[in-house]
C-alpha cells in the first residue's frame, strides 16, 4: 500500500499554452489601462444647473457705548454707537458732558454744537473752482476759522503759524480742483471741557470732483478720491473769541474710506 504524505506539496504544472493565455490577458489590461490614462480625452465638466447657495456677509460688530453713561444722552435722538465708544477725556482738566451741561446754559452748549458745525462745513465741504475765481477771498474767510496768532501741525507734524497754514491749505485745494459734500451730525450729550471746549461728531465727505490729492495728503489723514466716501468720527476743539468759537484742533477717533 502506497502512503501518502499529507505534507508534501502537490507539483503544478504549466504548460506553454497556459503561459501564453497569461501573458494575452496582462496585454490586454496594459493596453486598456494605457489608452485610458494617456489618449482618452478628458470628461466634459458637470455643469450645475443650480445656484450657488447664497452667502451671507459677516455683519461688523457693533461697537458698545462704553463712555455714554459720561454723557446727558437720553435717546430722544438715535445716534450711532461709535460716538460713543471711544473715551473723551485727555487730560487731568476733563469735565465730563453730564456735569458741564449743568454748569454751561442751554444756549451755549447748543453754540457749541452750531459753531462746530459751521466749522465743518467750512473746512471740510470745498468748491475749489469758487476759490479759484476769488481766491483773497477765499484765503480771507478760512483765517477766520482758525485763532489768530496760533500755530497748527500738519498731518507730518510740522508746525506753522495761522497764516502759513491757511495760505497752504487754499493752494492745496485749488490746485487739487478738489470739490465736496459734507454731512455732519452732532447731540449736546457730545460737548464737553477738557480746558478748551470739545464737540465730538459724525463726519461723512463724499468728493464729487477732484484731480491731484497729493497736496492735500499734507493736511488730512485720508486720500481722496473722486465718488470716494470718507466717514469719521472727529473731536474739534474749540475756544470763545468774540461772539462765536474758533477751532483749536481737530482730532480724528476713527476713520474709514469707501470707495
Known amino acids: ?10 507539483r503544478i504544472s504549466i504548460t506553454w499554452l497556459d503561459l501564453l493565455k497569461i501573458l494575452f490577458i496582462l496585454g490586454c489590461v496594459g493596453i486598456s489601462i494605457y489608452l485610458y490614462v494617456v489618449h482618452l480625452p478628458p470628461a466634459e465638466p ?40 471711544f473715551p473723551f477725556q485727555k487730560t487731568d482738566l476733563y469735565v465730563n458732558n453730564k456735569k458741564l451741561v449743568k454748569q454751561v446754559d442751554d444756549d451755549t452748549i447748543q453754540k457749541l454744537q452750531d459753531d462746530a458745525a459751521v466749522f465743518v462745513s467750512n473746512y471740510f465741504q470745498i468748491d475749489a473752482d469758487e476759490f479759484y475765481r476769488d481766491y483773497d477771498s477765499a484765503i480771507k474767510e478760512y483765517k477766520k476759522l482758525f485763532v489768530a496768532g496760533s500755530s497748527y501741525y500738519d498731518i507730518e507734524g510740522n508746525l506753522f503759524n495761522t497764516d502759513t497754514y491757511t495760505n497752504d491749505l487754499v493752494a ?78 481737530i482730532n480724528y477717533i476713527w476713520l474709514s474710506e469707501e470707495g
Open 1 to 10: 500500500m502506497k502512503i501518502i504524505n499529507p505534507k508534501k506539496k502537490k
Open 46 to 85: 458637470v455643469t450645475e444647473t443650480g445656484s450657488a447657495p447664497a452667502v451671507t456677509p459677516v455683519a461688523m460688530p457693533t461697537l458698545e457705548p462704553t463712555y455714554i453713561t459720561e454723557t446727558c444722552y437720553d435717546g430722544s435722538q438715535e445716534l450711532d454707537p461709535i460716538l460713543y465708544h
Open 172 to 249: 492745496a485745494m485749488c490746485n487739487s480742483r478738489w470739490k465736496s459734500q459734507v454731512d455732519f451730525i452732532t447731540d449736546k450729550s457730545l460737548v464737553w471741557q477738557d480746558n478748551a471746549y470739545y464737540v465730538r461728531g459724525y463726519l461723512s465727505i463724499r468728493t464729487q470732483k477732484i484731480e491731484d490729492g497729493e497736496d492735500l495728503s499734507r493736511f488730512f489723514p485720508f486720500k481722496i478720491n473722486k465718488g470716494q466716501k470718507i466717514k469719521a468720527v472727529i473731536d474739534i476743539g474749540l475756544i470763545p473769541d468774540n461772539n462765536n468759537y474758533q477751532m483749536t484742533d
